[in-house]
């Protein structure tokens, strides 16, 4: 037995058999054969940044960290692409995509998930044509249920792209990247009636939204591009410059520095949380930030929590959004934490949660030390009645029969797992529950 492993949030651990580092691709075939023969389940693990179990196991945990950095640069018709190693965190592929003139399309701000968590949950940033980190994938290699090193056929990618870890060990992805470019960042209170009009969601190119039951103001904040030697609002030579506060700040849309502050008036006074919510709404100031995308939009949470996020066909958003909050606030469940709003274009994954359809991303967080359970449960019956499918990285009560129910290439996918992994060595509890077997 080796030591218990716990997530980021606190809230899931496990005690796998064994934990393996593999230092390369026949020592992660070695393990999965080995595994196998012994029937022993096999879960590769990232960062453990997923508030699901879908990282769990009581079998073998394989740790990829041994394979990270970038291994090569490559071009298709559509545009340049990298092969990056599946144990890289999406901070150092950041870094070797800068040091290259190139950067991710997808605005994703979280520095420690690895490039294979990441795409196994399908991690998505925000903005109406932006797809997730999956949507970027042109190639996989990976080694399956019999151990054998595979490069994933491009009839089967759908079905790869976003697997929740269910096809094999990915060992390297092929991305679609970009041109790096610098960005201009907008932090900016306005009128919650306006962020849950579709006209904001447009206006660009990234954009969310936070919001506090109680509160009539929402947090938002949004990039432009901004092209070198931009001039700023002084009419100066516009360098990359940090965050400009003006007067009272949240610190972005998360609002960290005042959600720290409310999460312990939370404990101490749990009464007051509404209060203290529509005061950090009501003096946010504006502010601005300038450089690239990565940096501009990094805010590493200021506390633990955990989180149900949904992703809800777009058209109902707005309404699926207005009765959250108006049940969070009449249930007396609000939190320090607000409900964030996010959108995105349709996914090709199979088990993508916006598979085929414009989405709107609604999460719900709880911090850590509040009991979550009354509002993360009251959040998942009104985004389940939206017609929303949750993040497979979040909590919810989602199941196998809802999944077969909402995800119309779920026997697509069965196909592919019969063959990549007909033993199911892949199989845990949690994605028995979501996947059936
Ligand atoms: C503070 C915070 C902020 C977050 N923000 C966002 C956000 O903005 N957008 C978003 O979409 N999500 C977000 N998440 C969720 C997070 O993105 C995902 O949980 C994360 O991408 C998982 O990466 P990981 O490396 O931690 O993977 P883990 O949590 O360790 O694993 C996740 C899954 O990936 C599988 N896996 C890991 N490596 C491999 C591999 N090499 N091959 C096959 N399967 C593999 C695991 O078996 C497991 O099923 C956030 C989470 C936290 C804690």
Redesign the pocket.
């Known amino acids: 037995m080796s030591a218990v492993w716990t997530?980021?949030?606190g809230g899931q651990e496990c005690r796998p058999t064994a934990t393996v580092r593999p230092l390369d691709d026949s020592g992660v075939s070695a393990v999965v054969r080995r595994a196998a023969e012994r029937g022993q389940a096999v879960?590769?693990?990232?960062?453990?940044?997923?508030?699901s179990a879908?990282?769990v196991t009581d079998g073998v945990h394989v740790d990829?960290s041994a394979f990270s950095g970038i291994t090569g640069i490559g071009g298709r018709p559509s545009g340049p692409t990298v092969r990056v190693r599946?144990?890289t965190t999406l901070a150092r592929l950041h870094d070797e995509l800068a040091d290259r003139g190139l950067a991710l399309a997808a605005p994703?701000?979280?520095a420690?998930?690895?490039v294979?968590?990441?795409l196994?949950?399908?991690?998505?940033?925000s903005g109406p044509a932006v797809g997730?980190l999956s949507a970027a994938v042109v190639g996989l290699r990976?080694v399956d249920g019999r151990g054998r090193l595979r490069d994933v056929a491009a009839a089967d990618l759908d079905a790869a792209r976003t697997?929740?870890?269910a096809l094999?060990?990915?060992?390297e992805a092929e991305l679609a990247v970009v041109p790096a470019g610098r960005v201009r960042v907008t932090r900016e209170p306005r009128p919650v009636e306006e962020v849950l009009d579709e006209d904001f969601w447009t206006a660009h190119p990234v954009v969310e939204a936070a919001v506090f039951p109680s509160a009539s103001t929402a947090l938002t904040r949004w990039l432009e591009p901004r092209p070198d030697h931009a001039e700023d609002d002084d009419g100066e030579d516009d360098e990359d410059e940090p965050e400009r506060t003006v007067g009272v700040t949240v610190a972005g849309a998360t609002g960290r520095t005042a959600l720290g502050g409310a999460t312990l008036v939370e404990r101490a006074l749990p009464r007051l949380v509404p209060r203290f919510n529509r005061a950090v709404s009501r003096l946010a100031r504006t502010v601005t930030a300038t450089g690239p995308m990565h940096r501009v939009l990094s805010s590493p949470?200021a506390v633990r929590f955990e989180?149900t996020e949904w992703a809800l066909p777009r058209a109902a958003m707005a309404a699926g959004t207005r009765e959250l909050l108006a049940a969070l606030a009449d249930d007396h469940l609000e939190v320090g934490l607000p409900v964030r709003l996010r959108v995105g274009p349709p996914e090709t994954g199979w088990l993508h949660p916006a598979h085929d359809r414009p989405t709107g991303w609604v999460a719900v967080r709880v911090p850590r030390g509040t009991d979550h359970a009354p509002v993360l449960e009251r959040a998942w019956r009104v985004l389940r009645d939206h017609g929303g499918r949750p993040?497979w990285?979040s909590r919810s009560d989602w199941t196998a029969a809802d999944t077969a129910a909402s995800y119309p290439r779920l026997p697509d996918f069965r196909r592919v797992r019969d063959d990549y992994d007909p033993d199911r060595v892949f199989a845990t509890p949690a994605l028995d529950a979501v996947l059936g077997d």
């Open positions: 997530n980021w949030s879960r590769p693990v990232g960062s453990g940044h997923s508030f879908i990282a990829l599946a144990g994703l701000e979280l420690a998930p690895t294979g968590g990441a196994a949950v399908g991690m998505h940033g997730s990976l697997s929740l870890g094999g060990v990915v060992l949470p989180q993040h990285a």
